[in-house]
């Protein structure tokens, strides 16, 4: 790794391992302290309005963000995040298409030449690994925005922070994940920064090309927390807290016959909504396809777009964070 030691080796303003966070590449980075002191930085992000002080707190610095996969909520919640703290943006989405590598550009020359200008960088990439290796290239802090079928960790801070906010306890709580389990890096990245909690309960509803690959349960397994693998959505949903939803990811199939296997068996709807407790959440990273329905949206239970705006919050957290300020 080119990471040099920063002169201030400890942040005085964090307690929890927050104070020498220097990337955000994999979810496990983040125990339980450090979630907890994260969330309370995310709670007064909420309260940042245009032209109070703390508006200004990243003026001067700049985020780079380079896409290779296409996003909405990442780029656009991390750019934001960046503008409501005062702080600009050098950016580029289509990367493999529209940056130098095209022209055959390795990932960490990329990112050699990206930290001489950027205070900070925010890569997506479709390499499940690639953000470890570009974080071990460069010494400037670096955020996962999502690598291929790996790692999606700021996903998984901002689905914790929402199960908080949403149910009002990280403890003793039932989940469902249902949907691509195989493939969704959000899940994936979400089942791991849940072990943190006590006396959470897993349900996994996929199809079969798609189940919770092993690793997954091993670790909870290993861990003690108890998982169960379900067919019947409206039973689930019945016993669950929060339904975690997610697409079955169409371009992550090399055949097209398994995806039509898997796309359309498990839908979010009236019945299942019907079953679904009345103090519960349903929960999805987005975007959606068909997987839950859109006469869904208003019942107060349909938590994904609170969702994805918590994302906002979280990225400003993890910005003012990372920059040490
Ligand atoms: N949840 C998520 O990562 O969404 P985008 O792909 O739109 O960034």
């Known amino acids: 790794s080119r990471r040099v030691a920063r002169d201030a080796t400890r942040d005085a303003t964090y307690a929890s391992g927050l104070a020498t966070l220097e990337s ?33 707190m990243l003026q001067g610095y700049l985020m780079s963000t380079l896409f ?6 990442t780029r656009l919640s991390f750019e934001a995040a960046m503008g409501r703290l005062g702080g600009g943006i050098v950016s580029t989405e289509s990367a493999g ?12 020359d990329t990112m050699r ?29 670096l955020i996962n925005a999502g690598d291929g079928p790996g790692q999606h960790p700021t996903q998984a801070l901002l689905d914790v922070y929402t199960i908080r906010k949403e149910i009002g306890r990280l403890d003793d709580f039932k989940i469902a994940l249902v949907g691509d389990l195989a493939n969704g890096r959000t899940v994936r990245s979400l089942a791991s920064a849940l072990t943190q909690f ?26 003690g927390i108890e998982w169960e693998e379900a067919t019947d959505l409206a039973a689930v949903a019945a016993d669950v807290d929060v339904l975690y939803q997610t697409r079955i990811q169409k371009e992550r199939f090399a055949n097209p016959e398994d995806y039509a296997k898997a796309s359309g068996k ?8 019907d079953a679904l ?3 519960s959440v349903v929960m999805h990273p987005l975007p959606r396809v068909d997987e839950i329905v859109v006469d869904v949206d208003d019942d107060p239970r349909a938590g ?22």
């Open 24 to 56: 955000c590449v994999e979810a496990e980075q983040f125990d339980r302290a450090m979630m907890e002191e994260l969330f309370d930085v995310a709670d007064a992000m909420e309260r940042v309005r245009p032209g109070a002080p703390e508006s200004t």
């Open 68 to 73: 290779y996969e296409p996003s909405t909520r």
């Open 97 to 108: 298409e529209y940056s130098s590598a095209a022209k055959g550009e390795t990932l960490e």
């Open 113 to 141: 030449t990206v930290e001489g200008y950027a205070d900070i960088v925010v890569l997506r990439h479709f390499t499940a690994g690639s953000a470890r290796r570009a974080a071990n290239a460069i010494g400037k802090p």
């Open 198 to 223: 006590n006396n959470v309960k897993f349900y996994f509803v996929a199809p079969d090309v798609v189940k919770m690959k092993d690793d997954i349960k091993d670790l909870l397994t290993s861990k």
């Open 266 to 273: 498990y839908i979010v709807d009236r019945t299942i909504m």
């Open 277 to 279: 407790p009345k103090s």
């Open 304 to 325: 994904y777009f609170r969702q994805a705006q918590n994302g906002l919050f979280i990225r400003m957290a993890l910005l003012k964070v990372l920059l040490r300020v």
